[in-house]
Structure formats: C-alpha cells, structure tokens
C-alpha cells in the first residue's frame, strides 16, 4: 500500500490530446506523464492485482474474491481555474466521453466554478415515550453546551483537526403512528470524512444523558443521509457560440437544453432520470475514490424531494448576455480518510491523479462532473437525441455480447454503426459473415 506522504502531483494538464486512439497502456502512460504519478500509483490505477485478496478479506465478510470495473479518465476539466483528470469507475458505455466533451466546450470559457460549505454531518436521536414533545425540546435545548461537549469528548481526534460537534436541533412530531416524538439532530463537522462512523458514535455516546434530560426513551442513533448543510454548488456559464453545432445554432441548442430541464423541473417522471444522468457523473468519481456511493445516492435523492415534490438537481437558464448558465446544488459527504478511501490502493491514486487535499475539494470535482454529465445528456436530447452518440459507443459492448474479441471488437462496433442496427444479432451476423 502506498504511504501517504508521497509528493502529491503537480504539473496536471487536463488536455490529453488523442487518447481515445491510444491503448489502456498507452493511456496510463500518457495520464502518468501528464500527472507525474509515480510507480505504486499507476499500478494501482491499472487495476490488475490492485486490491489483493488479504486487504479485500480485510474490508468487508466473507470475501471470496474481488469484482473489476473499468476505470476510465475524463479529459479537459477545469474546476475553479485548477485543470483535473479525473478518475471515473464505471461499466456504462458514453459516460466518460460525455463529461470529457462537455469540460471540452466549458474549458474555453472558464471551466467549472464551485463552492461547498463547510463538511457539516447530522446525526438523528429519536426519543419516544415523552410527556410532551415541546417541553423535550426546550429541555434538550437548554442542556445545548453539555450535550456538544460531550459529543466531543468522543472523538478529539476529530476535535484537534478542527472539526467535532457544532450544534443540536431538535425535531418535534407532535403525531405519528406510534404517538408523538422528539428528534435531537447532532450537527458535526467531519473535516475531511464521510463521517458516518464518527457522527454514529457521538449519538450513541449521548444517548443515556438524553433520556436522564427529557425522561423519554432513545431508539435509532443514527447519521442522516440527507446531508442538506454538506451542500456543493457547481457553476457553468456558456456563450451560445460555444454550442454550435455543424446543423444548429448554439442558441436554438440552449433554448433546447433549458426546455428539456424544465420538465425535470415540473415532472417527477423526468426527474428521476435527469438526475440519473447526473448521477452518471457523480458515481464513478465517488466510486474510484473508494467512497459510499450509497450514501451520495441517497442524499441526492432526497435533497431532491426536499420541497415535497421530487425534481430536478439542475437548473439551466439563459440569461441576457447570450449565455447559457447551468447550476447543481446538492449534498456530497464524500471523504478522503475513513471508510475504504485509505484501504483500497487504487483510491489512493485516483485521490492523488485528481490532486486532492480536502474532503470539501473531492465533493467539488464530484459536482463540476455531474453538472457536465447532465448538460451533456441534455444537449444530446435536446438535438439528435441520445442514441446516437450512446449507442455508437455501446456498440463495443454489443460486439463483446456477441462473441468479438481482441481487434474484432472495434470493427464489428464500426460495422454496426455503419449499418445502423446496433443489436446482438446484427453484431453475430457479422461475426458469421467473417
Ligand atoms: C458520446 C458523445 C460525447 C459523442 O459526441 P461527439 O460530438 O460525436 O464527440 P466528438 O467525437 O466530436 O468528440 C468531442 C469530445 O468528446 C470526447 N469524446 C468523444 N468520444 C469519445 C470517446 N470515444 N472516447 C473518449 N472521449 C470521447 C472527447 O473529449 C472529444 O474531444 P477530443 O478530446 O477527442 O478532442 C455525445 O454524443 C454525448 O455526450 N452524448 C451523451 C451521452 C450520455 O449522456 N451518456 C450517458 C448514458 S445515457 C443515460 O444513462 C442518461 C440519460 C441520458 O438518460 C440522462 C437523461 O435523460 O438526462
Ligand atoms: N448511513 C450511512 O451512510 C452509513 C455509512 N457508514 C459507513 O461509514 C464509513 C465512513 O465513516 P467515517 O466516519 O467517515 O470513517 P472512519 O470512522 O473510518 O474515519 C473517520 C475518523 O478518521 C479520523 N480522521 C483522521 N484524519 C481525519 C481528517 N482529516 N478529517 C476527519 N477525520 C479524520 C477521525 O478520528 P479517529 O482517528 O479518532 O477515528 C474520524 O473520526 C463508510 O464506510 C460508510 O460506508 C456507516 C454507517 C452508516
């Protein structure tokens, strides 16, 4: 396993050029040369033999083995002026081109501009059995100070990197099925973890002294996953220019990208796969940097239904200046300690391939390349429609099905496309012909 404190990498330029045309070797080679990544790193990120069974058998029960995925690398980011290869883990065809080609227009004009609050987690306290809810409340309240220092004294590590337990809220309902109850939510700086482990550990601790305060009962001590003040924003702001296309003008391919998020906006139906496209970005990131997709999963989804109404995380708008301005603002409590992001080796190298030094700064990337995921599904839709591009690139899969190996696969892929009819029995019938 690699030590963390190798010289991080500096010298990152995000436009490799011709990559596509090279070899998964040659690839590596020239993501390696563009990012200095030493030895361990590219190794680790090449995949084959990476996680060995022993540290495998050490992550989680009953192992019996290890599952592969691809790893690609998306080109041309800019997040906040600063270029970043990013490392994508994903099995879905299109994925990668897709965020690699909308950095591609964003990076003339600005790349991707991102904010994040501080890392802050909420852990929920349910108490049952009160004599009334408002009173709970205000006692709970009134013991605020104790209750925070408490919660720290659970984890000065955390403490002395200047994170730890900033504050309680309590939640009252007044009825439910099982009568009324109370919720304390504990809000905890993480730093620079996902923070289940830690923020699950501070509600059990406190657990005995909320019953001794409210004389109710304590049942779930558990985080929320709807981390809503672990929020990120990503920004891009486009001339129309910028999307011209060879049959349409950049303006009529922005009107058509505001339309088709409009009904995201207004359509749960819609919703859940305009944000799938989102997360279509979001995951392999989260994924190759060893974190709880999960967890990220679930935040989106239910930042998303906040109001009451499921819909869309992004929101595309023209403004006067002849721009296109996409915006994405959800919750990302990914890490960089914790969990699998130290125990997985190719973690490790997708952590520093990107250049990360912060939790804050991963959930930043996570976002800039969700935001370019969604714009490039949605310029897709919005003019020749999605299976053209995808479907071109899904071939290869489609030839695999079909029996193809080695260099076969690129050329029934090609002959596929060329004929139009993209389906495992096209591709057999080319295998046949020979
Ligand atoms: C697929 C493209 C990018 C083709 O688009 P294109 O215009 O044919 O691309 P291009 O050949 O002109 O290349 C432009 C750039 O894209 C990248 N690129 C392009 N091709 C490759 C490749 N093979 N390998 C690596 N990179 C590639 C690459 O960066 C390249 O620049 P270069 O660096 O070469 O100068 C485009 O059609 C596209 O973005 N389509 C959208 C695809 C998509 O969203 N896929 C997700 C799966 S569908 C889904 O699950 C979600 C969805 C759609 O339902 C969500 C929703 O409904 O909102
Ligand atoms: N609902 C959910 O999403 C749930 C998720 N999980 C799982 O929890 C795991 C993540 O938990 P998490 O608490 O992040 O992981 P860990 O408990 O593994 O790591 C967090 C700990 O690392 C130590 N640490 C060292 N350096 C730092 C730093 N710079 N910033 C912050 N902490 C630091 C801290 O103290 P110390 O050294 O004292 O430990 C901290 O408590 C994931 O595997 C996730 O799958 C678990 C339960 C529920």
Redesign the pocket.
């Known amino acids: 396993m690699p030590s963390d404190d190798r010289p991080q990498n500096t010298s990152t330029t995000s436009r490799v050029?011709?990559?596509?045309n090279l070899s998964p070797h040659g690839r590596l080679a020239r993501v390696a040369a563009a990012t200095e990544l030493d030895a361990a790193d590219i190794k680790a990120l090449a995949g084959a033999g990476a996680l060995d069974p022993c540290t495998a058998n050490g992550m989680i029960e009953n192992v019996i083995g290890t599952f592969e995925l691809p790893m690609g690398v998306a080109?041309?980011f800019i997040v906040n002026g600063r270029e970043v290869l990013v490392p994508m883990a994903v099995e879905?065809p299109?994925?990668?081109?897709?965020a690699?080609?909308?950095a591609?227009i964003a990076r003339d004009h600005g790349g991707f501009i991102v904010r994040s609050t501080a890392p802050i987690m909420r852990a929920q306290i349910q108490i049952l059995g009160l004599a009334g809810v408002e009173e709970a409340r205000a006692q709970l309240l009134a013991q605020e100070a104790e209750l925070v220092a408490q919660a720290n004294a659970c984890d000065p590590v955390l403490v002395e990197l200047g994170g730890g337990c900033r504050g309680i809220e309590v939640h009252v309902f007044e009825t439910s099925p099982i009568g009324p109850m109370a919720v304390l939510h504990l809000l905890v700086d993480v730093r620079d973890a996902m923070g289940a482990n830690a923020v699950n550990s501070m509600a059990e601790t406190l657990a005995p002294s909320i019953e001794e305060i409210t004389g109710g009962k304590v049942r779930l001590r558990i985080l929320s996953n709807l981390a809503d003040k672990r929020l990120v924003t990503a920004r891009v702001k486009l001339p129309f220019a910028a999307l011209d296309t060879k049959t349409l003008n950049g303006r009529d391919v922005a009107q058509g990208i505001v339309e088709a998020c409009t009904l995201a906006l207004i359509d749960p139906y819609r919703a859940a796969?305009?944000n799938?496209?989102i997360m279509?970005g979001i995951d392999p990131v989260v994924l190759a940097t060893g974190n709880d997709w999960r967890a990220i999963e679930a935040g989106a989804h239910a930042f998303a239904a906040r109001s009451g109404q499921y819909r869309a995380l992004t929101t595309w708008e023209l403004e006067e200046d002849e721009t296109l301005v996409g915006t994405l603002e959800m919750p990302m409590a990914v890490g960089i300690v914790g969990g699998a992001t130290r125990t997985h080796p190719a973690a490790q190298a997708a952590l520093r391939l990107m250049n990360v030094s912060s939790a804050q700064e991963l959930g930043e990337i996570c976002a800039a390349v969700g935001l370019a995921?969604?714009m490039?599904?949605?310029?897709?839709?919005a003019t020749e429609g999605?299976q053209?591009?995808?479907m071109?690139?899904h071939a290869r899969n489609i030839a695999i099905t079909a029996g193809a190996t080695g260099g076969d696969v690129d050329k029934v892929a090609k002959m596929l496309v060329q004929q139009g009819e993209i389906n495992v029995a096209a591709a057999k019938a080319i295998l046949a012909a020979g």
């Open positions: 050029e011709g990559l596509r080109t041309n879905e299109s994925v990668v081109a897709a690699s080609h909308m591609k796969t305009h799938k496209g279509n995921q969604n490039a599904a949605l310029k897709a839709l999605i053209k591009g995808h071109a690139l």
